[in-house]
């Protein structure tokens, strides 16, 4: 018996979107701190788990201290993963590689605000490559900074900790800046998706997910927990709940 093809990325992204405007929260675990000795196995885990899409962090070692991996580790999971795979690149000078990514397999591009010369023409070529094309914003930026281009986005990632650096406590600003873009978002009648990074716990979610969040990057809350499972569950549940009472 053949094996079963996997979904087109067109299909992964068109399943996670009807979720998303069905408003009903998605947690995206982030691979940063997986078994990379078991990258396949990790996958398939998170998969079975419940994820609806994975996020992969690019750290270049300038734009943030830090650096991670590249475009071979992001067309390894392609290979093995069936979800959507957002590539977030905390990189300096993105236009240079969005290309590669895309064509690697990123089905969604997060470039950051703060790096780029010329944001609406990254965010149209990002779509033009066949990504959703999504803009990332840190804590210190100014959450008014990006409203020219939410025209000319999929999504806004609002970063709720500093980009690069580890170990910090959420920075309930994030809060604002979900609300202030979901208010210009129904203003405006615009439909990119709200999405928030940095340190999501079970004592965070409700709150980022009542401010308007809808896929929320869960980092050491799912991939240090015991059970994958039960860690998707709850963030997820938690973060529907907030949603209903918001």
Do not use: W
């Not at 803009?135 to 930026?141: N, V």
């Not at 959450?143 to 900790?161: Q, R, Y």
């Amino acid at each position: 018996m053949q094996p079963l093809a996997k979904p087109s990325a067109k299909h992964r992204v068109d399943r996670l979107h009807e979720r998303l405007q069905a408003h009903i929260p998605v947690v995206l675990p982030a691979l940063l701190l997986c078994d990379f000795g078991h990258l396949a196995r990790e996958i398939e885990r998170l998969e079975e788990a419940g994820a609806v899409a994975l996020h992969l962090d690019i750290m270049d070692g300038r734009f943030v201290p830090q650096l991670t991996y590249g475009m071979v580790v992001v067309e390894a999971v392609r290979r093995t993963a069936s979800v959507p795979i957002e590539v977030h690149l905390m990189v300096e000078e993105p236009d240079q590689t969005v290309a590669d990514y895309a064509r690697v397999g990123a089905d969604i591009l997060t470039v950051h605000f703060e790096a780029l010369p010329d944001p609406r023409r990254t965010l149209q070529r990002i779509a033009s490559l066949g990504s959703r094309a999504h803009l990332a914003i840190s804590p210190t930026t100014p959450v008014e900074k990006v409203f020219p281009f939410l025209d000319a986005c999929a999504g806004v990632l609002v970063m709720s900790v500093e980009p690069g650096f580890g170990g910090q406590a959420f920075n309930p600003l994030a809060l604002e800046k979900l609300s202030a873009l979901r208010a210009i978002r129904s203003q405006r009648e615009l439909s990119f998706c709200l999405a928030v990074d940095g340190g999501i716990s079970t004592q965070t979610v409700a709150s980022v997910a009542a401010a308007g969040a809808e896929m929320i990057v869960a980092g050491s809350a799912v991939i240090r927990s015991k059970n994958y499972t039960e860690a998707i569950c709850d963030l997820e549940r938690m973060a529907l709940a907030a949603c209903v009472t918001a």
